[in-house]
């Protein structure tokens, strides 16, 4: 070609239906025109040139390839190369728009698959990363049920829908009959499923009526008990029921098992000391209680030793008491004393059993010592004796500063009266209990009367 001719395009890549894979690269042979081209010689300077493409394989191979001439056309190069251009942007348009819609389409299928349960295989339920629907559901069991049965119905029909098209627009081959048999094998695993949890939601309703109906019963229960006690209190039922109801239990007879009243006694020229107890030992009931002050462990004792009779000591003198409670019932004890002629009294269940005098005369019960519940002291609030260990149960232990009349000591002792000590009252913060001794509630009053 002479070098004033017009230039001759290289061929270009076309979009093809499918979206044909873009060509990798172009190499450009570039030839020179006219003689120059065929004879080797350099081209003068506003030469034209023809251009064409490579092969891949001719490109590694570093060969020009012989310009291709001009293919004819209606078309003009530079409109051939737009037209090639717009139609390549309008494929790279339409491609981007498809990946956009697969990719909200993949989305959207991705969101309702994570809200949906599954099983894993083994009749168990799991949950895919999102939302427990099962949690979701409302916890009152009928409309559990009857939302379950609404589901179980809406997948029914969906897999009806579905056979029907599948039918409607696919062939009979193209539908394998095992498919149909996996969607209703799924589908009855479903409704199992669905089935044990319907049944679970009833066991735990049952359940909790049950609780329910127990928990009135024992509310009722409480509150029939003390509409009982306010009739009681209202016909004015005087029976005594103490607001500190306990008793000290000593179950062994050993040296290290005690109570001791916290409160120490003043100084006393007579007192009045009454207490329920029962005593499992034999022989001899032991020491139900011993106050000991400095330079004195005997400043007042009671005790059965033995053989012995019960006997009351007070600053080491001794009187011999009538009294019989060594049988493993409760009984009420009551032992008066004064400094006058050293007169005493003894009390068993309200009735006055002895008397005497002459026990510590005109000396007054010295105060500040220590008083023991269960064990006798040798030394103050110390070195006690197992063998002379009290064992069984005490309580409403009372110490007055006086002699009580013998009508207040029956009413005591049959229960028709509330009358605390008035130097040491039987309340629980004034009580502690040591080396395996224990604190119960007590029997009543009552009940202890029907003890005897």
């Not at 000396?363 to 002291?377: A, D, F, M, R, S």
């Amino acid at each position: 070609s002479a070098a004033g001719s017009a230039p001759v395009p290289a061929s270009l890549p076309r979009a093809a239906a499918g979206m044909l894979p873009v060509v990798a690269g172009l190499l450009l042979a570039v030839a020179a025109g006219g003689r120059g081209a065929a004879g080797g010689q350099e081209s003068p300077p506003g030469s034209r040139f023809v251009c064409t493409s490579l092969p891949l394989d001719a490109a590694a191979a570093g060969c020009p390839l012989p310009p291709v001439p001009m293919q004819g056309g209606s078309l003009s190069p530079e409109e051939e190369l737009k037209a090639t251009v717009l139609q390549l942007r309008e494929t790279v348009l339409q491609q981007k728009e498809t990946i956009g819609s697969q990719r909200e389409a993949i989305r959207e299928l991705t969101g309702k698959l994570s809200r949906c349960e599954v099983t894993d295989g083994k009749g168990t339920w799991r949950k895919e990363k999102g939302k427990d629907t099962m949690g979701d559901l409302p916890r009152d069991p009928a409309q559990v049920i009857d939302q379950l049965s609404r589901t179980m119905q809406t997948l029914k029909d969906r897999l009806e829908s579905l056979e029907h098209q599948l039918r409607a627009n696919v062939s009979y081959a193209a539908l394998p009959s095992d498919l149909r048999e996996m969607l209703q094998r799924r589908l009855g695993d479903l409704e199992r499923q669905l089935l044990s949890k319907v049944a679970e939601l009833e066991d735990e309703k049952s359940l909790l009526h049950n609780e329910t109906s127990a928990h009135r019963q024992k509310t009722e229960t409480a509150l029939n008990a003390l509409l009982e006690r306010v009739s009681e209190l209202e016909k004015g039922n005087s029976a005594f029921k103490s607001p500190d109801e306990f008793k000290v239990s000593l179950p062994l007879r050993t040296n290290y098992l005690y109570g001791k009243i916290k409160k120490t006694l003043p100084e006393l020229y007579a007192f009045t000391v009454c207490l329920w107890l029962r005593s499992s030992a034999s022989p001899g009931i032991g020491t139900p209680f011993s106050y000991a002050v400095p330079g004195q462990a005997n400043e007042i004792v009671l005790i059965e030793w033995g053989n012995n009779p019960i006997e009351l000591l007070i600053n080491d003198k001794v009187a011999q008491l009538p009294l019989f409670i060594s049988d493993g019932k409760w009984h009420h004890i009551c032992i008066t004393w004064t400094t006058r002629d050293g007169m005493w009294e003894a009390f068993q269940d309200g009735e006055k059993l002895g008397t005497g005098e002459n026990l510590a005369p005109w000396h007054p019960i010295k105060p500040g010592g220590v008083l023991i519940l269960g064990q006798e002291q040798d030394t103050v609030g110390g070195r006690f004796d197992a063998t002379q260990a009290f064992v069984g149960e005490m309580s409403q232990f009372n110490i007055w500063d006086r002699v009580l009349k013998a009508e207040d000591i029956m009413n005591i002792a049959n229960c028709s009266t509330n009358m605390p000590g008035n130097i040491i009252p039987w309340v629980d913060n004034n009580v502690d209990v040591f080396g395996g001794a224990t604190k119960w509630p007590v029997e009543t009053c009552e009940e202890r009367l029907l003890d005897l």
